[in-house]
């Protein structure tokens, strides 16, 4: 029955997006799914990516997804793109909430669940620096499968608050993508000694040294470096 399906598009006054539809052969009830895009080419070629889906039983409702066919269909469409950094960073963290969670279905993942997943990674003693850094990757990470329609809306995550007492730190430390985009922006500005920079770079980001603390000088000396 399910070569019965034929996905179609039509528009909507009230979408700036075209729509997606079909009619469900066994309950006759019309199913629809945003397009993602106002231009008619790519929304018949997604639907005919979804009508294939649909046909041979590779689509699942939002709610029956799985968290690992979730995290392939993220990984595959949108981090492949994205810098080694990046990657690894990402699936350090959806190795957390694996281990901590365990999330069988994508919509386990609520507002409840990501409270507790914090509470226990600060329970086993993680830096709020570093619980910050991961709650971006999974909040990105959630944020596409909202974009995607396969999650209804983001949990709430808090983000993690400064303690009483503590120093309020001069700007932010770098994440792993601006840093990789800081090394590609090298060759560019310094061509004639691009390998140096790189490794101070590198150093700086892997021993956590303030600049002053990494590059040693002598008398007026200063480094000049400028990323732009």
């Given at each position: 029955m399910n070569d019965e399906i034929k996905v179609t598009v039509c528009k909507y006054p009230d979408r700036a997006n075209l729509v997606l539809r079909y009619v469900d052969p066994l309950t006759g009830k019309q199913r629809?799914?945003?397009?993602?895009?106002?231009?008619?080419?790519?929304?018949?070629?997604?639907?005919?990516?979804?009508?294939?889906?649909l046909r041979t039983g590779r689509y699942q409702a939002p709610s029956k997804l799985t968290w690992a066919e979730f995290r392939k269909r993220y990984e595959?469409?949108?981090?492949?793109?994205?810098?080694?950094?990046?990657?690894?960073?990402?699936?350090v963290a959806f190795g957390h909430l694996e281990r901590v969670l365990n999330p069988d279905r994508l919509s386990k993942l609520t507002s409840d669940t990501m409270s507790r997943f914090q509470a226990k990674l600060r329970e086993e003693g993680m830096k709020d620096t570093t619980l910050a850094k991961n709650l971006r990757h999974i909040h990105a990470a959630l944020s596409w499968g909202v974009a995607m329609e396969l999650l209804v809306k983001v949990p709430k995550m808090h983000k993690p608050e400064r303690q009483r007492g503590a120093k309020l730190m001069k700007g932010r430390p770098i994440v792993a993508e601006?840093?990789?985009?800081?090394?590609?922006?090298?060759?560019?500005?310094?061509?004639?000694?691009?390998?140096?920079?790189?490794?101070?770079?590198?150093?700086?980001?892997?021993?956590?040294?303030?600049?002053?603390?990494?590059?040693?000088?002598?008398?007026?000396?200063?480094?000049?470096?400028?990323?732009t």
């Open positions: 629809t799914k945003s397009a993602g895009t106002p231009h008619e080419a790519e929304a018949i070629g997604r639907a005919a990516v979804w009508e294939d889906e595959d469409e949108k981090l492949a793109t994205r810098a080694p950094r990046t990657r690894a960073t990402a699936a601006e840093f990789d985009r800081m090394l590609a922006a090298v060759p560019k500005i310094r061509p004639l000694d691009a390998p140096e920079w790189e490794r101070l770079l590198r150093g700086l980001w892997l021993s956590g040294l303030r600049l002053g603390e990494a590059v040693p000088y002598r008398g007026t000396w200063k480094l000049r470096f400028k990323l």
